[in-house]
């Protein structure tokens, strides 16, 4: 067996850096996959006390906060907001660089 720490385990110990889980965020958000985003938001979700009490704090039905959350999830744009407040984060557009 290697010494080497299991890659969940490892991004999980990383996204309790706020400013890290931020940038994981917006990476994820940047390949154009919307799932990638949902999976990641999933992935802070675990780190930030996990799914149950993240529905409870956004305000949204737990079973349709797993579905939103998933790699085919479709959240409305309320709903995301809700999710990454109850986060601690916030949505932002910035004015994309000329090509």
Same mark, same amino acid.
């Given at each position: 067996?290697?010494? !080497?720490?299991?890659?969940?385990?490892?991004?999980?110990?990383?996204?309790?850096?706020?400013?890290?889980?931020?940038?994981?965020?917006?990476?994820?958000?940047?390949?154009?996959?919307?799932?990638?985003?949902?999976?990641?938001?999933?992935?802070?979700?675990?780190?930030?006390?996990?799914?149950?009490p993240l529905s409870?704090?956004?305000?949204?039905?737990?079973?349709?906060?797993?579905?939103?959350?998933?790699?085919?999830?479709?959240?409305?744009?309320?709903?995301?907001?809700?999710?990454?407040?109850? !986060?601690?984060?916030?949505?932002?557009?910035?004015?994309?660089?000329?090509?």
């Amino acid at each position: 067996m290697s010494d !080497l720490p299991r890659y969940e385990d490892y991004l999980h110990q990383r996204l309790k850096d706020p400013e890290f889980a931020t940038l994981y965020l917006n990476a994820c958000l940047d390949t154009g996959d919307d799932g990638d985003f949902l999976m990641a938001l999933r992935d802070v979700a675990k780190v930030y006390g996990g799914l149950r009490p993240l529905s409870g704090k956004a305000k949204l039905n737990r079973e349709h906060l797993f579905r939103m959350l998933s790699k085919n999830g479709n959240p409305e744009l309320r709903s995301l907001r809700q999710i990454v407040g109850a !986060l601690g984060f916030k949505l932002r557009l910035e004015q994309r660089s000329p090509a």
